[in-house]
């Protein structure tokens, strides 16, 4: 019979015999886990209470209330203190000294010396105040005694008995023994509660003025969102900047260094204050800190802002409301006012809110404009609500290449006399020749007598640092691209902003991240009114701005990417900067797709139909009487100087240099004379229309015979 072997291994290698005996593996018990020391388990469970949110939230709490206490005395003992000294004037004038008011300084001195003289005065007093109050109790207690004999003889007479005589002096007696009694009855207590109510005064003193530690207040106290400004506040975030000069300078003011400041006042969804440094102490030296004062005035970075008004050694603090940047505006009037239009002369673009909540309302009367920042910051869309405000005054017109060619200016198709969109070396092309077009316009309309008057004219150009940056040359070796004297793209828009504002001729221009190659010297200093979103660098933000606006403290490389989109900092004369500024912060509008295509039919209700050309076509021969009936497009009729325009923006090489004659000439020959309406020259759509049916049917019967 064959046995059952037991092992108490696992084999290694599997049984192959069904008739070898079965192996069995014994697997045993754990060995039991080691009981965990009584010390340990203790140190745990005190660990773990000490460290509880309950036992934490009770200790803070109870530290706050005892420190209160302390504090309150700290606070009763300083009023006490500069109440029976001099003290309080001494602080005031070193206040006065280190602002450099010396005229506040001597008269703080002169209320400390009559402050001396009347507490000398006081102290000579209380070398005769014993004599004197004793005469005056020895006087006034026999008077009194008299008085209440006198009253009672007075009784004695009126009761006729003589025992009344000392009626009201004993009466007076007794009220002085009952008085004796309550105190004795009364003392004892007094003296155990008169602490306590000590404590408390103390305490509700510094319960008052939060005289703790951040650390022992609760955690909405202790977290420093939403903190309200005040004076200390701001001061003492100043003495913690890390400048020298400063917090020596505050310390020797003690607790008046907010004479520095002017009033806090509100200012939309924040505060402004006015700081005037001690001397020594730079206005630059508190702008290059901005972060550590922000943090110091516990808010975050792009919540203060730091300009230069015109007094010296001055600075303009605004600070927000904790969060309040980061709530949208409203919706932008050219959404919710459908009967709003333009005035391109007189008017200005509803543009957005300047940090304060008022509207930041932009003219655009003869100002070249450009807008710049990084990618994806909403320069379009503020670029584009100028544009539809505009495009509310039928008189001006436009001309538009967008280089970027997602469909952002797809709208205008139909108002634009050009809109030109794709971001290829061919549409650079054309849009050069568009500008160059609007450079012959420009040339025009300073031929003209002087005193013409001739519409807005918005020459503009999305996403420009393409053009800039394009490589191509054209048949006489000359650059699209580039900054130099050759590039033709640049030197046309040099040529607008030398003499287009005097013929109303404006370039508008929209880049990304400029830097000297991207976007020129001379072309950006060329724009009156210059607006950047958010960049990179302070570098960055003197090529959008300018030296001037970043010295007065612009700072565009501030605003934080992808969080502050909408937000420029804008340096024009077109709009209200406070007195002393340089430059203005604007959260502008968003305005969609969708409502923009609203706001654009609106536009092309007020005016005459235009047919925008989106494809200039070059080096082919040209059919000018088809060119004059693309040019004039759905209108009954067109002024002869306006198909003059449109002409040399659809071909600057055929028709920039056409004159009238030109344009007669080539109508009369085929039937279409232009005529006067209104008192102007015209030219009639059915007749250029007709003209060209009856050449065709002609060229066809020619053909045919």
């Not at 008995?161 to 007696?173: C, E, H, Q, R």
């Not at 006399?417 to 020749?433: A, K, R, S, Y």
């Not at 701005?545 to 565009?556: I, M, Q, T």
């Amino acid at each position: 019979m064959s046995e059952n072997v037991i092992s108490l291994h696992k084999p290694t290698d599997p049984p192959t015999d069904a008739n070898a005996p079965t192996l069995l593996t014994v697997v045993p018990d754990p060995a039991p886990a080691r009981p965990v020391p009584l010390w340990i388990r203790s140190g745990r469970a005190v660990r773990t209470a000490v460290t509880h949110d309950v036992t934490k939230a009770t200790a803070r709490t109870t530290a706050r209330h005892a420190l209160y206490v302390y504090g309150g005395g700290r606070i009763l003992a300083r009023r006490t203190w500069e109440a029976r000294t001099p003290a309080r004037y001494e602080r005031l004038m070193r206040a006065a000294e280190a602002a450099g008011n010396l005229e506040e300084a001597r008269e703080w001195e002169e209320r400390g010396q009559r402050f001396r003289e009347a507490r000398h005065r006081r102290r000579m007093d209380l070398l005769t105040s014993p004599i004197d109050i004793a005469k005056g109790a020895a006087v006034g207690t026999g008077v009194g005694i008299g008085g209440l004999v006198l009253l009672g003889i007075a009784m004695a007479v009126a009761t006729k008995d003589a025992t009344d005589v000392v009626t009201p002096l004993m009466a007076v007696i007794k009220f002085i023994n009952l008085m004796i009694t309550i105190v004795r009855v009364v003392w004892g207590p007094a003296i155990t509660v008169g602490p306590f109510l000590v404590l408390l005064a103390l305490w509700s003193v510094g319960a008052h003025q939060k005289a703790a530690p951040a650390w022992s207040m609760p955690d909405n106290l202790r977290s420093s969102e939403g903190e309200p400004i005040t004076p200390s506040i701001v001061v003492k975030a100043l003495r913690d900047l890390g400048v020298s000069a400063l917090r020596n300078a505050i310390k020797d003011m003690g607790d008046a260094g907010a004479s520095m400041l002017g009033p806090i006042r509100i200012a939309g969804c924040g505060v402004e204050v006015d700081v005037t440094l001690p001397s020594g102490v730079s206005t630059i030296e508190v702008q290059q800190r901005r972060r550590k004062l922000a943090e110091n005035l516990t808010r975050h970075e792009h919540e203060v802002f730091i300009t230069i008004p015109e007094a010296a050694r001055t600075v303009r603090l605004w600070i927000a409301d904790s969060g309040a940047l980061d709530e949208p505006i409203g919706p932008s009037p050219l959404v919710t006012d459908e009967t709003m239009t333009a005035d391109y002369a007189k008017g200005r673009a509803p543009w957005g809110q300047d940090l304060r909540g008022d509207a930041a309302a932009l003219s655009l009367y003869q100002r070249h404009l450009l807008i710049t920042g990084l990618s994806n910051q909403g320069k379009t869309v503020a670029l584009r609500s100028l544009a539809l405000w505009l495009a509310l005054d039928k008189s001006v017109q436009f001309r538009m290449g967008d280089l970027k060619g997602a469909g952002d200016w797809a709208m205008f198709d139909g108002l634009a006399t050009t809109l030109i969109q794709g971001p290829t070396d061919e549409h650079v092309i054309q849009v050069t020749e568009m500008v160059e077009g609007a450079v012959a316009e420009m040339n025009r309309r300073l031929m003209s007598p002087p005193g013409t008057q001739f519409p807005a004219l918005i020459v503009l150009v999305d996403e420009a640092q393409v053009a800039f940056m394009c490589p191509v040359k054209d048949e006489d070796g000359r650059f699209y691209g580039g900054s130099k004297a050759t590039s033709r793209y640049f030197m046309a828009v040099r040529k607008i902003h030398n003499q287009g504002r005097a013929v109303n001729v404006l370039m508008w221009q929209g880049t990304q991240d400029p830097t000297d190659q991207n976007l020129p010297k001379l072309v950006r200093e060329g724009a009156h009114t210059r607006a950047s979103l958010a960049l990179g660098t302070e570098s960055q933000a003197r090529m959008a701005l300018g030296d001037k606006a970043v010295d007065g403290g612009a700072a565009p490389n501030l605003l934080r990417p992808g969080l502050d989109q909408g937000t420029l900092v804008v340096a024009s004369s077109g709009i209200d900067i406070p007195k002393g500024q340089s430059s203005i912060t604007v959260r502008t509008h968003y305005v969609d797709d969708d409502a923009a295509v609203a706001i654009i039919e609106r536009a092309k209700a007020l005016r005459d139909g235009v047919t925008t050309l989106t494809v200039i076509e070059r080096d082919e021969e040209r059919d000018p009487l088809a060119d004059i009936a693309q040019v004039v497009g759905n209108a009954p009729r067109v002024r002869t100087k306006d198909v003059l325009s449109r002409l040399a923006t659809l071909n600057a090489d055929a028709y920039g240099g056409w004159s009238f004659i030109d344009l007669k000439r080539v109508l009369d020959d085929a039937g279409a004379e232009p005529y006067k309406s209104d008192g102007v020259m015209v030219v009639a759509r059915d007749r250029v229309l007709r003209a060209l049916a009856n050449r065709d049917t002609d060229g066809s019967a020619s053909a045919d015979g």
